[in-house]
T-cell receptor, first 116, second 116 residues
């Protein structure tokens, strides 16, 4: 099955600076890589995802890059704001059952702290 | 609001007891996924149902079981509860998974289970 490693576990940045969170995966057949943001006591919410047919995807201040050869993908947040403070999770497909996609394997999470 | 509902929000029970968690997916979503989130294990995939049938199993204990009903709502049954079962249990739903394509998984608000 898939194994996802995420670093760092905690990241503190000054408001306005950029933040980068990195993940590696083990299954070279994986083709979908979502990033979720979870605020304290709330549900995980998808903020961006990327499929293996592209190397980069942007959505305003958020971008994700994918390196299939190295089997790693990264989340980039620019011009960080206080509301970006949360735990961020990367994920990859756990596998495929009966010909269809099944659950996600998540990284351990990164606690992003935006310092005012 | 993701459109996925879960009840109850909180559940406090004793060791050895049995509980049932309920999930209603977004309108039109045929797939339901259950995840467990704890401090030590992180966010872990438990089981997936698609249109009433079990599709995939993850790290689900034998004491746990689930089902999906004809109206597509799902229930997760946890029995012989232990202190270590205390966690946040999330349900997620997605559109039909087919072949090796992934669609976004929308998470519900979760059920916080406390076993005393």
């Amino acid at each position: 099955g898939e194994n996802v490693e995420q670093h760092p576990s905690t990241l503190s940045v000054q408001e306005g600076d950029s933040a980068v969170i990195k993940c590696t995966y083990s299954d070279s057949a994986s083709n979908y890589f979502p990033w979720y943001k979870q605020e304290l006591g709330k549900r995980p919410q998808l903020i961006i995802d990327i499929r293996s047919n592209v190397g980069e995807k942007k959505d305003q201040r958020i971008a994700v890059t994918l390196n299939k050869t190295a089997k790693h993908f990264s989340l980039h947040i620019t011009e960080t704001q206080p509301e970006d403070s949360a735990v961020y999770f990367c994920a990859a497909p756990r596998g495929y059952s009966g010909g269809g996609a099944d659950g996600l394997t998540f990284g351990k999470g990164t606690h992003l702290i935006i310092q005012p | 609001d993701s459109g996925v509902t879960q009840t109850p929000k909180h559940l406090i029970t004793a060791t050895g007891q049995r509980v049932t968690l309920r999930c209603s997916p977004r309108s039109g979503d045929l797939s339901v996924y259950w995840y467990q989130q704890s401090l030590d294990q992180g966010l872990q995939f438990l089981i997936q149902y698609y249109n009433g049938e079990e599709r995939a199993k993850g790290n689900i204990l034998e004491r746990f079981s689930a089902q999906q009903f004809p109206d597509l709502h799902s229930e997760l049954n946890l029995s012989s509860l232990e202190l270590g079962d205390s966690a946040l249990y999330f349900c997620a739903s997605s559109q039909t998974p087919f072949r090796r394509e992934y669609n976004e998984q929308f998470f519900g608000p979760g059920t916080r289970l406390t076993v005393l």
